[in-house]
Structure formats: structure tokens, C-alpha cells
Antibody
Framework: EVQLVESGGGLVQFGGSLRLSCAAS????????INWVRQAPGKGLEWVAN????????DYMDSVRGRFTISRDNTKNSVYLQMNSLRVDDTAVYYC???????????WGQGTLVTVSS | QSALTQPASVSGSPGQSIAISCTGT?????????VSWYQQHPGKAPQLIIY???NRPLGVSNRFSGSKSGNTASLTISGLQAEDEADYYC??????????FGTGTKVTVL
């Protein structure tokens, strides 16, 4: 079974930066697309970014493109989300989730909370 | 980039069946058979319960079933149980981005 553990969340001021990590315990980590999904307090799920198994392709939601960067290190079974120029509306629990096929997020981590203060 | 539309809440008594709709457009739900459904209990991570419109992952109860017609997908929960009380989200691949989620539905077991 795949287990994902996110870390790196915390309290940061408007305009600041954070780097989230997602560590996976799975033998075939480099078979998976990895997605970041966020959930603002009391709100619904919002897809943020994804990265291909070999790290050569990625995509972002419009409001974070240019501010967030997703990357991965398959030797460490890890994916990262570098978040710069953070805004108050980036406040959310950030989940990483695997996907072997389109539109199917099959394994999720427990999430890490990012709070951006003004 | 609009979310898919779901009813805010649905309720039912134990043993009943309920259905949750998920309405999108020709660019997402109507374009692909890549519709999924997620169950989220309070304070927990979402869990995949339906993928590719109507398939269940191993270990998910057969009381959960999915379907799609045109731009609208549906999740049906039959034999409603107290443990089914949770938030439910649909998701779909879309032409413009890899994943778009629904607005979410709170299911209450009366």
C-alpha cells in the first residue's frame, strides 16, 4: 500500500515563502503522477499542481502559476512544492495525492496546513 | 476555471438510497470518462470511492455506485449507513487542466 506524508506547512507572512514536501513509501514511486490539492478552511477541494513520473512535465492552476514550483526527486521518493509570494487566500491544508491514470487520485497524504497572515 | 456543480447537502434515513449529482460542461465531465468521487470525513483526507465514472477501488463497499449521462455524473449510495455521513466530492479531468473538483455535498444520515 502507498503511504504519503506531507511536511513543511506552517505560519508565514504575506509575500513569504514555504517549501512543502511529500514523502512516499512505495516501491514504484516513479510510476506515479503526483498532485497537490488544497482545501481552504471550511471550503472544498482545489487542484493546485501536478508532475509527471519522470518530472519532465508539470501543470498548475492559474492563480499559482508563476508563484509555485513543483519538483520531484525519485531517488528520495519525494515531491516538493515551492511556494513563493504567498497570499492570504493560499491559506489551506495542502494534500499530495498519487495518480496512475487521468482523473483518479488514488492515494492521499494526511495534509499539511499552510497559514498566510496579513 | 469553475468548479463542477453539486448540491450543497443531501440527507436520507438509514437503509434508504440517495443520489448526488455533479454537473459540468462539454470540456470536463462531458468530454471524458475520467469522473471520480471522493469521500471525506471531518478532519480526514479524502478517499477515492469511484473512478472512471463507475469503477470501485478494492475495498470500497458495493453500496457506492457511479454513472454519467452527458455533462452530469451521479453517485448513488444505497442502504445508507451512519458511517456514510461525510462530505463527497466529484472530480473530472478537463480540457484545460488535469483535474477539476465539484463544490462538495454534505451527506447527513437522519
Amino acid at each position: 500500500e502507498v503511504q504519503l506524508v506531507e511536511s513543511g506547512g506552517g505560519l508565514v507572512q504575506f509575500g513569504g515563502s514555504l517549501r512543502l514536501s511529500c514523502a512516499a513509501s512505495v516501491f514504484t514511486f516513479n510510476n506515479y503522477w503526483i498532485n497537490w490539492v488544497r482545501q481552504a478552511p471550511g471550503k472544498g477541494l482545489e487542484w493546485v499542481a501536478n508532475i509527471s513520473p519522470d518530472g519532465s512535465r508539470n501543470d498548475y492552476m492559474d492563480s499559482v502559476r508563476g508563484r509555485f514550483t513543483i519538483s520531484r526527486d525519485n531517488t528520495k521518493n519525494s515531491v516538493y512544492l515551492q511556494m513563493n509570494s504567498l497570499r492570504v487566500d493560499d491559506t489551506a491544508v495542502y494534500y499530495c495525492a498519487t495518480a496512475v491514470s487521468p482523473g483518479k487520485l488514488d492515494y492521499w497524504g494526511q495534509g499539511t496546513l499552510v497559514t498566510v497572515s496579513s | 476555471q469553475s468548479a463542477l456543480t453539486q448540491p450543497a447537502s443531501v440527507s436520507g434515513s438509514p437503509g434508504q438510497s440517495i443520489a448526488i449529482s455533479c454537473t459540468g460542461t462539454d470540456s470536463d465531465v462531458g468530454a471524458y470518462d475520467y469522473v471520480s468521487w471522493y469521500q471525506q470525513h471531518p478532519g480526514k483526507a479524502p478517499q477515492l470511492i469511484i473512478y472512471d465514472v463507475s469503477n470501485r477501488p478494492l475495498g470500497v463497499s458495493n453500496r457506492f455506485s457511479g454513472s454519467k449521462s452527458g455533462n452530469t455524473a451521479s453517485l448513488t449510495i444505497s442502504g445508507l449507513q451512519a458511517e456514510d455521513e461525510a462530505d463527497y466530492y466529484c472530480g473530472s479531468s478537463s480540457i484545460s487542466r488535469p483535474m477539476v473538483f465539484g463544490t462538495g455535498t454534505k451527506v447527513t444520515v437522519l
